[in-house]
């Protein structure tokens, strides 16, 4: 299984991506490839090709550039909606955009569960703020 579709698209985009959700407002189109989810969770070709299949989720939190910015955006996320009192709509640009973290957030506590304890916190408590 190769994340190198991950790296590729990110590569353009990650540094905005980042930018955008330290801003407090995603505009740009890059959250398949920045928050993955699941296969089912999208009909859309971009949807289906940026999603992970349960074995990836592990291979994609392990991976030493891909899991470090998956971590460092959702320490991003928890900032903005815990710390800065961001609305979940304006920080994720749309009712989908949230649908879409909300889906990435529970794969992955589900696939790398005990793994990370501050991880799981961080998550626990932004799906806490999620509509």
Do not use: N
Not at 26 to 48: D, K, L, M, Y
Not at 100 to 107: A, E, F, G, T
């Amino acid at each position: 299984m190769s994340l190198e579709r991950f790296l590729q698209a990110q590569a353009t985009t990650y540094a905005a991506a980042l930018s955008e959700l330290r801003a407090g407002r995603r505009t740009g189109h890059w959250i398949w490839w920045v928050f993955p989810q699941e296969p089912r969770a999208g009909t859309s070709v971009t949807s289906r090709t940026y999603a992970l299949a349960e074995a990836e989720v592990l291979l994609y939190w392990q991976h030493p550039v891909l899991g470090a910015r998956y971590r460092e955006c959702v320490e991003v996320v928890h900032r903005q909606l815990c710390g800065e009192g961001v609305a979940p709509f304006t920080l994720m640009g749309s009712e989908v955009g949230v649908l879409k973290l909300r889906s990435s957030l529970y794969l992955f506590r589900t696939q790398v569960q005990g793994v990370d304890a501050g991880f799981a916190t961080q998550v626990s408590e932004v799906l806490a703020r999620l509509p």
